[in-house]
């Protein structure tokens, strides 16, 4: 069965470092998106991305934020100069729809900043 | 913007015995569907629910959106310790696919 599989599972930085977390989403998928869970809250959207541009975002998603799909495969979020508040389980999802379809989460990438 | 409450927050059942989970919306739902999150794992799609009086089934699992689509629930028959998880609604906006989700509930199954 077809997965959306994200790298690492585990990232631990230094507080004002750089990261890039990986996504690998599903194959003829069109539609790509970052969530976030902080501990102990809710799954919050932060960006969707279609046909190589952002679609939507959140509020969430600041300049600190970027989002790239550099090889057609790979779909990666970047966090520049991270924070402690930044430190949360981030979901990658993709879809073959805008609406009215079911999306498909990896696993999620734990990033711990401290 | 569009909130969700999910009811309840957290909820603990003897093997065996059904359970409702509830979901309601802020504004009327586009589109609606649950997951099933394991700790510190990824989220597993269960149903989507999109028509008022709505009802789809899968498994042991059923899930109902009301007439007013403003409210749906989660039913489990007869639980099993693999029921256990924390069960999540969503919401599409009604611009697209971004989905806004409820706060979980946390369900746990005693053998």
């Known amino acids: 069965e077809p997965e959306v599989t994200q790298t690492p599972s585990h990232q631990v930085t230094q507080m004002g470092q750089e990261v890039i977390l990986r996504c690998v989403p599903i194959?003829?998928?069109?539609?790509f998106y970052w969530y976030r869970q902080i501990l102990g809250q809710k799954v919050e959207f932060l960006v969707s991305?279609?046909?190589?541009?952002?679609?939507?975002k959140s509020e969430i998603f600041d300049d600190q934020f970027s989002v790239e799909r550099p090889d057609g495969s790979n779909f990666t979020l970047k966090i520049r100069s991270t924070k402690l508040e930044d430190s949360a389980m981030y979901f990658c999802?993709?879809?073959?729809?805008?609406?009215?379809?079911?999306?498909?989460f990896g696993q999620g990438t734990r990033l711990t900043v401290v | 913007s569009q909130e969700l409450e999910q009811s309840p927050q957290s909820l603990i059942v003897q093997e065996g015995k059904n359970l409702t989970i509830n979901c309601t919306s802020s504004?009327?739902?586009?589109?609606l569907y649950w997951y099933k999150q394991k700790y510190g794992e990824g989220l597993i799609f269960l149903m989507m629910?999109?028509?008022?009086?709505e009802e789809k089934s899968h498994e042991k699992i059923t899930a109902k959106l009301d007439e007013k689509k403003q409210q749906s629930s989660l039913h489990i028959t007869a639980s099993q310790p693999s029921h256990a998880g924390i069960y999540l609604c969503?919401?599409?906006?009604?611009?697209?696919?971004?989905?806004?989700f409820g706060g979980g509930t946390r369900l746990m199954v005693k053998p």
């Open positions: 999802a993709s879809s073959p729809a805008r609406q009215n379809t079911e999306a498909f």
């Open positions: 194959s003829n998928h069109l539609y």
């Open positions: 991305f279609y046909n190589n541009e952002i679609s939507e």
């Open positions: 504004k009327t739902l586009y589109g």
């Open positions: 629910l999109q028509k008022g009086g």
């Open positions: 969503g919401a599409d906006g009604n611009a697209g696919n971004m989905l806004t």
